[in-house]
């Protein structure tokens, strides 16, 4: 009997000690987690312009011929042409990337046949290419159209360091989210106590853009000029704005 009676302290010592535990953890939960109804959510958002110190371009140039032979070979003179002006530009080469290179068949239609016939072959490379000094935005563009670029594309302005444009951003949304904490709380009569979240949304629009493909046909029109005019581009502004959400806890 002594045995059983033995067991069962035991068993029930234990069952006490599972069902303390549990209460003491969900005690010290309730403590440790903010009441939802003492808490205050304000946001805050920062805006800073950086101008823009680089300017992307897509350089294109299509060559149709009978052959592949004879498109790839004058399609490459031309890329080499190109190339050449780059780098007396100052292009540097890691500034210079290979984005496409393909070569189809040209098809014409015979309406008397029904059937599709092959009539040469087109050779197609791009260039994406940096310019660190968006000064000679436009020499460039001119330049490489000179040397037999036929499709000028996708100009656009960054700001090189935009991480750091962004931290700045942040940094004034922050401090816009701070003050309206400190409004309110004199407006509310509380106090805040800690911050219990943060999030943030950056937002970074698309990069100034110039209509670089009408311009590079314009320049097209007026290729066998001795001089192709230079396009005055603007590179602007960039406006990268952080709006940023901060929740406290309050007395």
């Not at 953890?25 to 003492?38: D, L, S």
């Not at 080469?93 to 040469?120: L, M």
């Not at 590079?216 to 005019?229: D, P, Q, T, W």
Request: glycine share 4%.
């Amino acid at each position: 009997m002594n045995i059983l009676e033995n067991k069962f302290f035991h068993i029930l010592t234990f069952s006490l000690m599972i069902v303390l535990t549990v209460l003491l953890a969900t005690v010290i939960n309730e403590k440790v987690k903010p009441n939802e109804n003492n808490l205050i959510t304000v946001t805050g958002t920062g805006e800073v312009y950086s101008t823009p110190d680089i300017g992307v371009v897509t350089i294109s140039v299509r060559t149709e011929k009978e052959t592949v032979e004879l498109a790839t070979d004058e399609n490459n003179k031309k890329i080499n042409n190109i190339l050449s002006f780059l780098k007396s530009k100052n292009i540097n080469e890691n500034d210079i990337k290979t984005t496409n290179f393909n070569i189809n068949p040209v098809y014409n239609w015979d309406p008397k046949s029904g059937e599709r016939n092959t009539n040469g072959y087109e050779a197609n490379q791009s260039l994406t290419v940096k310019i660190r000094d968006t000064s000679k935005s436009g020499e460039i563009i001119s330049g490489a159209t000179e040397q037999g670029a036929n499709d000028i594309s996708n100009l656009s302005f960054i700001t090189d360091d935009n991480e750091s444009v962004k931290d700045e951003a942040r940094k004034l949304a922050i401090e816009n989210a701070k003050a309206k904490a400190k409004i309110l709380e004199g407006q509310l009569g509380v106090k805040m106590v800690k911050i219990v979240n943060f999030s943030e949304e950056s937002s970074i629009p698309s990069p100034n853009s110039y209509d670089a493909y009408n311009a590079g046909a314009a320049m097209m029109k007026s290729v066998e000029a001795v001089k192709i005019a230079s396009p005055n581009i603007q590179t602007g502004e960039n406006k990268i704005m952080s709006t940023v959400t901060i929740t406290y806890s309050i007395d």
